[in-house]
């Protein structure tokens, strides 16, 4: 039996996975362009503006409004959607704390639902029995790259008259039924922190086809103002959440190698999901057949620890990191966060919502806990490599397997 890693042996990865972020002269000499044009400031300028149309049209939408990061995205959406106090967002109780903060900042509540065991995106069924008269929006978030069913909620969110917010900052170029996400509901947010799929640091955008939706999201990302109107007229609340000439360039490029690099991730975490799902105790986030391309965030698998010897979690990813493979941590469940739990969220909220009680605190959330404890994520950039990347994985995956016994006893 081969050494653990972790304990001196050789480490299953043989070979470095590609380094991240990924550039090359087409970043350098859109930064030269934008440098030497002296023109930073994307108000005057011509590169976010190109890449907000590059990247909605990508995307199968017609307006993209390009801003300072995924947060702010959200943000800019439910200022556009108009959402105020006393309304209510439904939010999948596992993703990332912006997902629910963009709401609060609106001073509405986030209303938090469990998600589907086996996809780790919201449960539509869940989503609907929350509904209530308050209720504004549903928020689908595409986990891991992986779409939320957009039939469902798309058919929900129209029958009771909702607006779908699809919250793809996992989900660059991800596809449903053959069509891009972020074009089901009324806006797509995406992020380009460091991170993810495309990135020039920090960075966001909202997608839309919808003409009344894009000219408040966009008033709302500018200070209020209107294009083609006076620069200090100011039609609506808003901020400054515009993007940078810099980071509309880099982004331009970014995006050139998008659709190619999407298809290794899909290919290669296919990959992964066949290999893993052979070693008894390892179950893939499931797949819909429905999603046709997934842009693979991470792939992310459950690990059954009562098969591992019934080593912790903390545990295992010590060891598979100590075999050389990285790990993207997963989202701890939102009401368990201090935010909700100590109940400073209610300094956003008024009137009665400020000091009712909220049901969903009180509710049980078994496939986020699941989600958030007991799974692993491969990162995108491991997703990056070749066909022998993803066997030492699986590899790595089968020797700790082999060595639960001295992992338990240490």
Not at 7 to 15: I, L, M, N, Q
Not at 267 to 275: C, I, V, Y
Request: net charge negative.
């Amino acid at each position: 039996m081969a050494e653990l890693a972790l304990f001196g042996g050789k480490p299953a990865k043989s070979k470095p996975f590609p380094v991240w972020p990924q550039y090359d002269e087409k970043e350098r000499r859109a930064l030269e362009e934008v440098l030497e044009s002296r023109v930073w400031w994307r108000t005057p300028g011509t590169k976010t503006l190109t890449f907000e149309r590059e990247f909605a049209a990508f995307h199968g939408a017609k307006h993209g409004i390009a801003v300072t990061n995924g947060t702010a995205a959200l943000e800019v959406t439910m200022l556009a959607l108009g959402v105020q106090p006393g309304d209510e967002v439904i939010v999948p109780d596992f993703t990332f704390i912006a997902t629910a903060s963009a709401v609060l900042a609106e001073g509405a509540l986030p209303v938090l639902v469990d998600i589907d065991r086996e996809t780790l995106c919201i449960d539509a069924e869940l989503a609907e029995a929350a509904i209530t008269p308050r209720t504004k929006a549903i928020v689908a978030v595409d986990m891991g790259g992986n779409p939320a069913d957009l039939d469902a909620l798309s058919a929900l969110c129209e029958k009771r008259g909702l607006a779908l917010i699809e919250d793809c900052a996992h989900a660059h170029a991800s596809e449903w039924r053959g069509k891009r996400v972020g074009s089901y509901g009324t806006a797509g947010t995406f992020s380009f922190q460091s991170g993810k799929l495309m990135t020039a640091g920090e960075g966001g955008i909202v997608i839309t086809s919808d003409e009344a939706f894009e000219r408040r999201a966009r008033s709302a990302h500018d200070c209020g103002r209107l294009p083609g109107e006076w620069f200090y007229d100011h039609f609506q609340h808003g901020s400054n959440y515009r993007l940078s000439e810099w980071q509309g360039a880099v982004l331009s490029a970014q995006l050139s190698r998008l659709d190619s690099q999407t298809k290794l991730r899909h290919k290669n975490a296919r990959l992964l999901d066949a290999e893993l799902s052979k070693i008894e105790g390892i179950t893939p986030q499931k797949l819909d057949s429905r999603c046709t391309r997934n842009g693979q965030y991470a792939q992310i698998f459950h690990v059954e620890l009562a098969k591992f010897g019934g080593i912790s979690m903390k545990r295992f990813v010590e060891a598979m990191i100590a075999e050389g493979i990285p790990n993207q941590a997963s989202y701890p469940p939102l009401h368990e966060r201090d935010v909700f739990r100590n109940g400073s969220y209610r300094e956003r909220l008024s009137g009665a919502q400020k000091t009712e009680p909220h049901k969903f605190l009180q509710q049980e959330f078994p496939n986020t806990q699941r989600a958030a404890w007991e799974t692993y994520w491969v990162p995108q950039t491991a997703l990056l490599g070749d066909e022998e990347d993803m066997h030492e994985i699986v590899e790595a995956v089968k020797k700790i397997q082999k060595s639960t016994r001295i992992l338990a006893g240490a």
